[in-house]
């Protein structure tokens, strides 16, 4: 395991993964760095002090490679509410009123059409059923079809 700490700037890499700007206790005033490499490292001082070798990584490290391992973990998935859902689906609807419009599929009535009027009206409708029936979790959401406009 290959570990490079500097605190003043919060900087810490395991493995080449680094994170900047990281907040941890204990680190003491006059570390600069510390470099470690699988078995042994060193430790850099900022107030003139040479190099420590080192076999052991001393106790805080450990906060400074939690601060990193933090960092590192993606959050938690949150899982939609049937509220969300909702929200979700009217959003949709209100967003894709206009293809339901008469005149707007209408070869008569509109130039250009929209020529796949019958595929939204089919959208909505499976939307429609999450802003009646709101159901938590995951959806598989219908696909939003490509508008098709064709001129008379």
């Given at each position: 395991m ?71 973990t993606p ?19 209100e967003?894709t009123?206009?293809t ?8 008569q ?12 009206i ?8 999450y ?5 938590a979790?995951d ?14």
């Amino acid at each position: 395991m290959k570990i490079s700490i500097i605190p003043i700037d919060g900087t810490v890499c395991e493995d080449g993964i680094c994170y900047i700007h990281l907040t941890w206790e204990d680190t003491p005033t006059d570390v600069h760095a510390l470099q470690w490499q699988d078995e042994s490292g060193w430790i850099e001082y900022n107030d003139g002090k040479p190099n420590e070798d080192i076999i052991d990584l001393p106790d805080w490290v450990a906060n400074a490679l939690d601060a990193w391992t933090e960092a590192n973990t993606p959050p938690a998935p949150t899982i939609a509410t049937a509220e969300d859902n909702k929200a979700r689906a009217m959003f949709i609807l209100e967003e894709t009123d206009w293809t339901t419009t008469a005149d707007v599929g209408n070869a008569q009535m509109s130039n250009p059409y929209l020529a796949n009027q019958a595929e939204f009206i089919a959208f909505r409708s499976a939307v429609r059923q999450y802003a009646i029936y709101p159901v938590a979790g995951d959806i598989a959401w219908p696909v939003l079809p490509t508008e098709n406009w064709v001129k008379v």
